[in-house]
């Protein structure tokens, strides 16, 4: 057995002096191991010793610093991960895994997967349903994850050096996502929680990963792990819809966040994962609670916490539609739609949550100022001003344009309605989903049919994005 203590001691004079090379410190240690051993002792140790591996097998140490936002938006599923999986298709089905018992079967578990997800099934994952998952999810959930990174990113809080959990990390679409928004020099310790099926997908699409994003999965459940030290990034992307009682496994990872670390959860945008997850938030952060919300639902008064039904999601540009979908949808029956098999809308929900109290934008509502959604029946019929977080893309059908939003008071939905649009008002239109907005002078008025408040933007009103 190598003493460790001893490599690390080496490691830790030698990153101040020049490029530690395993063949150097394998003279140093007592019965000279062999240097593939210090080697595979030095890539165990990096993270903890801040050292990234270089292509010529010497170590050396990390960048510090955070990551800038890498303008992240991308177009199409990365082809090493479509080659990746074809690969797994093809091990266990064959060349022609699309076609025969082998599609119909691949088929039938996407189909069920969607039905079971609709109507708030349990789901269950054996190979053919993981692989299915696989063709299905992994390119939208790729993408959505990067999206929600730029939130740390552009508040300056996402490091090049991250311990990450990855609680239920199915077949590795976030992970990938994860691994291709951060830069090449960042250093990262990642383990995925994940029971199924999944983790061998999971397993065989982490090994398209770089050097230095080191992996370990623990094939247990949720409830069950048990996790060890403390992490930057807790994830739960698509996963609290599946547990029992995900508000008590968020509640338990809280404990094991670093002090400036962050829970990221990611629910697909479909009405019961979107409330779902909005409902686990509301319940882990009460008003008088020791957990803040990052973003994007601020609370822009302090004392209030929201109560409508919660419902808002995000949409990106849709990616191209990769090859093993286009596959897959060619065997669909013939009383199904074309694009039955094809998932490339990025759409989701989510939530960032914080102990340090750490907001993305520090900002509150002035009661002097402005008017309380919490308050707004008193309102009705009268114009206003009001501060509110935007929280969806149009939701119109091509005429009056609709937007969610909320200032974190809300008992009911509230939106914005732009009966008028002008220069003045345009910024509604134009600010990104998560941005706070300044209303002066819009209309607010009760909607019986929808049992919510219309705010009503029209020739008279001035919208502002102020963060």
């Not at 993408?143 to 311990?163: N, P, Q, T």
């Not at 994003?213 to 792990?225: D, G, K, L, Q, W």
């Not at 338990?252 to 002090?259: S, T």
């Not at 098999?341 to 960032?352: E, H, K, L, M, R």
Request: hydrophobic residues 35%.
């Amino acid at each position: 057995m190598i003493d460790r203590d001893a490599v690390r001691d080496n490691a830790k004079y030698l990153r101040n002096v020049r490029p530690i090379d395993p063949d150097e410190i394998a003279e140093y240690i007592e019965g000279q191991p062999h240097p593939a051993v210090v080697k595979q002792t030095l890539r165990e140790e990096a993270y903890d010793l801040g050292l990234v591996e270089r292509d010529d097998g010497t170590f050396v140490p990390a960048s510090e610093g955070q990551v800038t936002p890498p303008g992240w938006s991308p177009t199409a599923f990365p082809a090493d991960y479509s080659f990746a999986l074809e690969d797994l298709l093809i091990q266990r089905y064959g060349a022609n895994w699309h076609v025969g018992d082998s599609g119909d079967r691949l088929r039938e578990r996407v189909r069920q997967l969607k039905e079971d997800y609709y109507r708030g099934n349990p789901v269950e994952y054996d190979d053919d349903a993981a692989l299915g998952y696989a063709l299905y999810h992994l390119p939208d959930y790729y993408a959505a994850i990067g999206y929600v990174l730029d939130d740390l990113a552009e508040g300056g809080v996402l490091s090049r050096r991250l311990r990450v959990l990855d609680v239920g990390a199915g077949t590795g679409g976030p992970a990938l996502g994860l691994h291709d928004y951060l830069p090449e020099d960042s250093l990262v310790e990642y383990h995925a929680v994940e029971p199924s099926a999944s983790a061998d997908v999971l397993e065989r699409m982490l090994g398209e990963t770089r050097r230095n994003f080191r992996t370990t999965i623990h094939r247990e459940t949720a409830e069950a792990f048990e996790p060890d030290g403390e992490y930057d990034i807790v994830l739960f992307a698509s996963v609290l819809s599946e547990l029992d009682d995900p508000v008590e496994v968020v509640e338990k990872h809280l404990d094991v966040l670093a002090d400036d670390g962050c829970i990221v959860a990611i629910a697909p945008a479909d009405r019961n994962t979107s409330i779902g997850l909005r409902d686990v938030e509301r319940a882990v952060t009460p008003v008088d609670g020791g957990v803040t919300i990052y973003s994007p639902t601020l609370r822009l008064w302090d004392g209030y916490a929201p109560s409508d039904r919660g419902w808002s999601f995000d949409v990106r540009p849709d990616l191209d539609v990769p090859g093993f979908q286009r596959r897959l949808d060619e065997g669909r029956d013939s009383d199904e739609d074309e694009g039955t098999f094809v998932n490339v809308d990025v759409q989701y929900s989510y939530s960032i949550l914080r102990t340090d109290g750490k907001r993305r934008v520090d900002i509150r509502a002035n009661a002097s100022r402005f008017a309380k959604m919490a308050e707004m029946e008193r309102h009705v019929t009268n114009r206003i001003d009001l501060m509110a977080v935007k929280l969806s893309h149009d939701l119109s059908e091509g005429n009056n344009q609709v937007f969610k939003i909320g200032d974190g008071s809300e008992a009911v939905d509230n939106y914005a309605v732009r009966t008028n649009p002008t220069v003045l008002n345009a910024d509604l239109e134009e600010a990104a989903y998560g941005d706070i907005l300044v209303f002066e002078n819009v209309l607010a008025l009760w909607n019986d049919d929808e049992q919510a408040y219309n705010l009503v933007v029209d020739g008279e009103t001035v919208v502002d994005m102020v963060a």
